[in-house]
């Protein structure tokens, strides 16, 4: 007689390691995201440094949204999903900007001048820069909103995300480092609290 050993999935069991992980890159990708601004060229553009900190930053900070997302499913399995691609074309768009600042200051553009040589292949940089862009801070706003719709984090969590969901674009758009710096400390205020709340020993 035979008998078949069961094999628990992956989500049927709290996996040791992965919560602490994405609860670390939930801290350190918005960290190393908010250092990018204080490294912005006198341009008014990203360069090498500030670039390789955005495109980290975001990496690790996908990393750990990632795990927001998938406490997410169970209740919204359908709204997890469409945030999820969200934030991963978002975060895409996020690091090819990144890569542009290295490229900008090594051949010294301006960000006037960089934008305009991007419009040389206008499709190619909607697809990989202004498209995918502002997906990033809508999957913020997407994320906060689902939180404070399942209440499972206090709803001042959700509506500190939502609330940098919203001010993201104007903290980056105009580069003005004063709003940027309040931007960003009030993203790692936000998602240290995530951090903090999914990684808790639950009672």
């Known amino acids: 007689m035979t008998t078949t050993e069961s094999v628990p999935s992956l989500g049927s069991r709290p996996d040791r ?3 602490p992980m994405q609860g ?7 960290a190393t995201f908010a250092a990018s601004t204080f490294f912005w060229l006198p341009t008014g553009t990203y360069g090498a440094t500030s670039g390789a900190l955005l495109s980290v930053g975001l990496a690790l900070w996908t990393f750990g949204l990632i795990g927001v997302v998938e406490d997410l499913r169970s209740r919204l399995p359908i709204i997890s999903s469409v945030v999820l691609l969200t ?6 768009g996020g690091a090819a900007f990144g890569v542009r600042g290295l490229y900008d200051e090594l051949f010294g553009f301006t960000r006037e001048a960089s934008i305009q040589a991007v419009t040389t292949f206008p499709l190619a940089a909607d697809v990989i820069f202004y498209w995918p862009g502002p997906l990033f801070p809508l ?13 499972i984090v206090p709803l001042w969590t959700a509506a500190l995300i939502c609330g940098v969901g919203i001010a993201f674009p104007f903290s980056r758009i105009p580069r003005i480092g004063w709003v940027a710096h309040l931007v960003d400390a009030a993203i790692v205020v936000a998602f240290c609290a995530i951090a903090y709340l999914r990684t808790r020993p639950r009672t």
């Not at 670390?24 to 918005?30: K, Q």
């Not at 934030?87 to 895409?92: E, R, V």
């Not at 999957?139 to 209440?151: C, D, E, F, K, N």
């Open 24 to 30: 670390v890159c939930l801290v350190l990708g918005p």
């Open 87 to 92: 934030l991963i074309f978002g975060a895409f």
């Open 17 to 19: 390691f992965l919560r």
């Open 139 to 151: 999957s913020l706003l997407m994320i906060g909103l689902a939180l404070a719709r399942t209440r």
